[in-house]
């Protein structure tokens, strides 16, 4: 899913007939037990791994 997601976003968008593109990190994280907050941490932790890493783009961590 993470993957679809970012390159959905990374498709050229056409801006006054030039293609435009963006980036994203995206980073994705599971809980079976914990608080949202843990959850929250855990899901930016993974988006600055991938920031850092750039070989994978979307990967889901535990």
Request: no cysteine.
């Amino acid at each position: 899913m993470a993957a679809r997601l970012r390159f959905a976003i990374i498709a050229p968008i056409p801006i006054e007939g030039r293609p435009v593109r963006i980036d994203a990190s995206v980073g994705a994280a599971t809980a079976t037990e914990g608080t949202l907050d843990a959850l929250l941490r855990a899901a930016d932790a993974a988006m600055y791994r991938e920031k850092l890493a750039r070989r994978h783009p979307a990967r889901v961590t535990a």
